[in-house]
């Protein structure tokens, strides 16, 4: 990180989203080693032998190769201070995607070369697309053998409706990777590859002419890709790349740190500028108003050496100054902020300024939830980021009646995270909840989090329910005395009628049409985007 990059320079917030294995934590790694935020690629968190390095607070995620945990790089680039928010890359943790894209100006959307469209880009795709969110895409591997590009082209046109407008042409096929056609200039960019992709790749940049002498039919075959596409209209349209219709498309390899500097480039040019962001009463909370942020992720336990809660926040507006007393807009209840750090992986370092687009780890802030708001000055309430319909269930119950205490304690803190939606109801009493979740691997987490943060083991029951429906108070006496179907309640008010399948909720929906049973969010996301502003 550098010195002082928390003045008011131009900020840049954005995400990379992947299917597992497209090279997310490469390109992480690459930016980070472009930026100098580090020395050498790898130290972030790595594969391998180098996950020694990786961000330590669970020993599944190094032993499951996924990362639960989400970190906010910071950085500066070209006059630019550029936040990269790390999202998980496990499709079960689909939910805390969705909320770190809440808190986000633009996504990178990763594409590994050979494999193309892969299920899980698909539905993050849909979620961008959910929350108005510009995508840049980079197709990766270029290194490796891989599909034709404008085959790749054509399939994202296809399958997700966005025009593709690359922004670089490769210049070699997938896997003889010598470097790009600049759209832009009609300039080549040639790379050059350094031992294990290991420290920057230096770029050459020479002239069309210069190219064609050098590369002969490898030019020309990239310059006509490029004059293909300039016939077809497939050049960059801001106002259109703005509003989702298209995305930029460059070509990279992470590993050798191919195109990486053409992408910060492309990030601090075309990634829009914090916005502010609509309240739940629908003005704007414009960036040059009093301070405000939203809260995005709550985690504790990231880090052996600090068993502390951290909430992550987005600021909206304002600036932020450690120390400043802000109010906590849910309960109305001041709080300071003495402790606030920039987490990135096992790195912390304190935060002493923030401004819009930036993100803050508050420490230990009490009673602060995902999708709460803090502010000072003029009062603010964003609305909050819904819960996904949970499509597995199943009770948790203390292994050691002993330890109940501690228990209670955990299942409180894991659901105030939201690792797992924790259900109640007075029939099955506060000794067994139920753990609610959209993938089942964050009941993994939660179990793996009981023992080994709360010294309270548990044994799960799975359930045999699918759905989820909200219910009307009004309606919760009947539904509770229909067969087949359990009532529960959400921390967050929320009724729940537990359906052990479509079929169960089609005969209900049938036989009883007063009865008022609204879809919740799915994974899939129908939910109502919430912010940015845009
Ligand atoms: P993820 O975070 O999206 O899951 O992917 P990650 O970066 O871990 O990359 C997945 C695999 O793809 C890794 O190989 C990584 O080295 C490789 N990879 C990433 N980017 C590129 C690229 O541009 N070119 C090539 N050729 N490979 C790339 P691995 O064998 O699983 O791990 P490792 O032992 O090599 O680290």
Same mark, same amino acid.
């Given at each position: 990180m550098s010195d002082s990059p928390h003045d008011a320079r131009p900020r840049r917030t954005f995400a990379v989203i992947s299917h597992p294995d497209a090279g997310k934590s490469t390109l992480t790694e690459a930016l980070a080693l472009h930026a100098q935020v580090i020395s050498e690629a790898g130290a972030v968190h790595g594969k /391998?032998?180098?996950?020694? !390095?990786?961000? +330590?607070?669970?020993?599944m995620e190094r032993e499951r190769g996924i990362s639960v945990s989400s970190t906010a790089l910071q950085f500066e680039h070209d006059g630019h201070v550029v936040n990269l928010v790390d999202t998980p890359?496990?499709? +079960?943790?689909s939910e805390d995607t969705y909320r770190v894209l809440s808190a986000v100006d633009a996504a990178v959307m990763l594409v590994d070369a050979a494999r193309g469209l892969e299920p899980q880009t698909l539905k993050l795709f849909r979620v961008c697309a959910h929350r108005g969110l510009p995508v840049i895409t980079v197709i990766n591997?270029?290194?490796?053998? /891989?599909? +034709?590009p404008l085959d790749l082209l054509d399939e994202i046109e296809q399958r997700i409706g966005l025009r593709p407008t690359p922004l670089t042409w490769p210049v070699g096929q997938a896997g003889d990777f010598h470097g790009v056609l +600049?759209?832009? !200039?009609g300039e080549y960019v040639a790379y050059t590859r350094t031992a294990g992709g290991a420290t920057r790749a230096p770029e050459t940049r020479m002239s069309a002419g210069s190219a064609h002498d050098l590369l002969g039919p490898t030019w020309d075959e990239a310059v006509e890709g490029h004059e293909l596409l300039g016939a077809d209209g497939a050049d960059h349209d801001h106002a259109a790349f703005l509003a989702g219709r298209t995305t930029p498309v460059l070509f990279a390899s992470a590993l050798l740190n191919f195109g990486v500097a053409e992408l910060l480039r492309t990030l601090v040019e075309l990634a829009p500028a914090p916005e502010g962001a609509h309240a739940e009463d629908g003005t704007l909370r414009a960036p040059t108003d009093d301070f405000s942020a939203f809260v995005f992720k709550v985690q504790a336990g990231m880090d052996r050496a600090h068993r502390d809660r951290l909430a992550f926040a987005r600021v909206v507006s304002g600036v932020f100054r450690r120390g400043m007393v802000v109010t906590h807009a849910q309960t109305d209840r001041p709080f300071a902020t003495k402790y606030a750090h920039a987490v990135f992986g096992r790195r912390r370092d304190a935060v002493e300024v923030a401004h819009p687009g930036d993100v803050i780890g508050l420490v230990n802030a009490g009673s602060v939830r995902v999708g709460d708001t803090i502010y000072a000055g003029r009062p603010v309430r964003f609305p909050g980021i819904p819960s996904f319909a949970p499509e597995h269930f199943a009770t948790a119950r203390a292994t050691d009646s002993g330890r109940y205490k501690q228990f209670r304690r955990g299942i409180e803190q894991l659901d105030q995270e939201g690792v797992v939606q924790v259900l109640r109801s007075e029939l099955r009493g506060e000794h067994e909840p139920v753990l609610a979740a959209v993938g089942p691997m964050q009941f993994e987490v939660a179990a793996a989090r009981m023992e080994a943060e709360f010294g309270a083991p548990i044994r799960l029951d799975p359930l045999g329910y699918q759905l989820a429906r909200a219910v009307d108070e009004a309606d919760l006496a009947e539904v509770a005395a229909l067969s087949g179907v359990e009532v529960l309640h959400r921390s967050d008010g929320v009724h729940l009628a537990l359906f052990p399948d479509r079929w169960r909720l089609g005969a209900v929906e049938r036989m009883h049409p007063h009865l008022d049973l609204r879809p919740l969010p799915a994974s899939d996301l129908d939910a109502e985007p919430t912010r940015p502003a845009r």
């Open positions: /391998g032998d180098r996950r020694a !390095t990786v961000s +330590d607070w669970m020993d890359g496990h499709a +079960d943790f591997k270029w290194d490796r053998p /891989g599909r +034709d +600049d759209r832009r !200039t």
